[in-house]
C-alpha cells in the first residue's frame, strides 16, 4: 500500500499524517504476510489505532473550526473505522498458527486498506475542496 499525489487532498497536515498512516498499514500489511512475530504485528495495530485517534480528533476539528455542514456524517465514518480496527484487533489477539492468518490478512485489508482509501478518495477530498472554496 502506497501513497500516491491522486490521494493528496490539498490540506498539509492531514496529507502528511494520510502518509504516515499509509506508513503505518503497508508495514503491518507486509508483516502479516510475512508472518512475522505476533507482537510486531500487535503493536503496529495499536499504533494505527492511536494514530487514527489522534488524526480523526485533529482533522474533525479543522471540520469544526471551518464549519462544514457534513461533519456530523464524516465524524460516524470515522467511529465505524474505529470500531472496524478494534474490531481487527480482536482478531489479531486470537491465536495463530504462523503468526498470522488468511482472515486476519483479509480483514486487514478490508479495514486497513481499502476503507481508508476508499474514505481518502470519496471523504476527505470533499471536505479538501470545501476548505480550499473557503479560502
Known amino acids: 500500500m502506497k501513497w ?16 504516515e498512516l499509509f506508513r503505518r498499514i503497508d508495514n503491518l500489511v507486509v508483516a502479516i504476510r510475512e508472518h512475522r512475530c505476533k ?21 474533525e476539528k479543522k471540520m469544526l473550526d471551518a464549519g462544514y455542514a457534513d461533519y456530523p456524517e464524516h465524524h460516524e465514518l470515522h467511529k465505524a473505522y474505529m470500531k472496524g480496527l478494534s474490531e481487527l484487533k480482536e482478531l489479531a489477539a486470537k491465536p495463530r498458527i504462523q503468526g498470522a492468518s488468511y482472515e486476519l490478512s483479509v480483514t486487514t485489508n478490508q479495514v486497513a486498506v481499502d476503507w481508508i482509501v476508499d474514505h481518502i478518495m470519496k471523504i476527505d477530498k470533499k471536505f479538501g475542496a470545501f476548505l480550499k472554496a473557503k479560502h
Not at 499525489?5 to 494520510?18: K, P
Not at 507482537?39 to 482533522?59: R, V
Request: hydrophobic share 40%; glycine share 6%.
Open 39 to 59: 507482537s510486531e504485528i500487535d503493536g503496529t495495530l495499536q499504533f494505527l489505532e492511536d494514530y487514527a485517534t489522534f488524526h480523526f480528533a485533529a482533522e
Open 4 to 19: 500516491t499525489e491522486d490521494l493528496a487532498v490539498g490540506v498539509e497536515t492531514i496529507d502528511i499524517q494520510h502518509q
